[in-house]
T-cell receptor, first 115, second 108 residues
């Protein structure tokens, strides 16, 4: 099976712009979760989608949003970009909702740089 | 607020020596606990979950509810164990929180 893919792999934006990142889960997986990784804050959970509905949410402002399509592909949107949004954004997929019952498989990440 | 701490940023051990990566959590209720690993130039991956009581690559983790700890252990470290290790906790309806990570370096 193909692994989790994320596009684009690298992205440069300027402050105030918005950005959309995409995540394609492993075939058959219905849960997609998103994470932000920075040197200062480490790994932080953004949100999880399962069957097109947001099921869990981390402590991020409303500028961070996401959605999931009927084919389980997911997008994450960040509006009004700030310098502090520069990070590696990871997504992961699994078959089940939540984190306890099934193994998550991570993508390679999208490196976002905000200038 | 939920919190996961890993007191060591870097841990160096010699090959064949025992290794223990410490993790403490502050969470309401009884969270699920996890260890994730990221090898150099590889993707983040789940190493083990408390709920599965499994042993992966020789690693085990013991939950101590009294001390709110979930330390990761391996009796004999191998050079290929060198990686970044993250402890994480989750409880339904609450945030999924990662610790800051510990870089394990196994010396030959």
């Amino acid at each position: 099976k193909a692994g989790v893919t994320q596009t684009p792999r690298y992205l440069i934006k300027t402050r105030g712009q918005q950005v959309t990142l995409s995540c394609s889960p492993i075939s058959g997986h219905r849960s997609v979760s998103w994470y932000q990784q920075t040197p200062g804050q480490g790994l932080q959970f953004l949100f999880e989608y399962f069957s097109e509905t947001q099921r869990n949410k981390g402590n991020f402002p409303g500028r961070f949003s996401g959605r999931q399509f009927s084919n389980s592909r997911s997008e994450m949107n960040v509006s009004t970009l700030e310098l502090g949004d520069s990070a590696l954004y990871l997504c992961a997929s699994s078959t089940a909702q939540g984190f306890s019952t099934d193994t998550q498989y991570f993508g390679p990440g999208t490196r976002l740089t905000v200038l | 607020a939920q919190r996961v701490t890993q007191p060591e940023k870097l841990l160096s051990v010699f090959k064949g020596a025992p290794v223990e990566l410490k993790c403490n959590y502050s969470y309401s209720g009884s969270p699920e606990l996890f260890w994730y690993v990221q090898y150099s130039r590889q993707r983040l991956q789940l190493l083990l979950r408390h709920i599965s009581r499994e042993s992966i690559k020789g690693f085990t983790a013991d939950l101590n509810k009294g001390e709110t700890s979930f330390h990761l252990k391996k009796p004999f470290a191998q050079e290929e164990d060198s990686a970044m290790y993250y402890c994480a906790a989750y409880n339904y309806g609450q945030n999924f929180v990662f610790g800051p990570g510990t870089r394990l370096s196994v010396l030959p």
